[in-house]
């Protein structure tokens, strides 16, 4: 064995690789949703395109580092790969989302607020002053530096509960001869 193929490639290279690739698909799934006036709406279909977006980018990690590695992978190389593409793919969705919403569509957040107060009013009985003094309290948590500190968690954790399955079913430890 040569000394090139002893070396063992680097989780941080492929969850960096696929991290940016899930920013980018990220990115243009905002815009998209911007173009048809949707970007401040959320709900389970977004959601579900977000998740499935993620899902796909850390397999397609797992897999490209698996290859690589000569068709091993720990578990825990699995989690690493998949928590950091949730990750770098976080940022650059946070850092997207506050270029959104300061510059692109400064309006954005009163946008959702209102379309929460519509959804809650058709969707609750609660009253109309129940439903503003709710949309206040939540204003609290919008700003930008809560939007940030929520985003990275919620990539860390996202990450994290994604990888968990991928990582168990494409684990395949190097045995010791």
């Known amino acids: 064995m040569t000394q090139t193929e002893d070396i063992k490639p680097k989780t941080g290279k492929f969850a960096l690789h696929y991290g940016l690739v899930l920013g ?67 940022v650059i969705g946070i850092i997207f989302n506050q270029i959104m919403a300061g510059i692109i569509d400064p309006e954005m957040m009163a946008k959702a607020a209102e379309y929460q107060k519509g959804l809650l009013l ?25 939007q940030i500190i929520f985003g990275l968690i919620f990539s860390v954790v996202l990450g994290f509960l994604l990888s968990l399955i991928p990582a168990l079913i494409l684990k395949k430890q190097e045995t010791i001869q």
Do not use: W
């Open 24 to 90: 980018a698909l990220s990115v243009v799934f905002a815009l998209m949703l911007y173009s048809m006036d949707m970007h401040y709406q959320g709900g389970f279909m977004v959601l579900g395109i977000s998740v499935v977006l993620s899902i796909s980018c850390i397999l397609l990690g797992m897999i490209q580092y698996k290859r690589a590695n000569h068709d091993f992978m720990s578990f825990g190389e699995g989690l690493k790969i998949g928590v950091g593409v949730c990750l770098v793919g976080g």
């Open 122 to 146: 058709e969707t609750t009985k609660m009253t109309p002053d129940q439903i503003d003094a709710q949309l206040e309290m939540g204003k609290k948590f919008s700003t930008p530096s809560m």
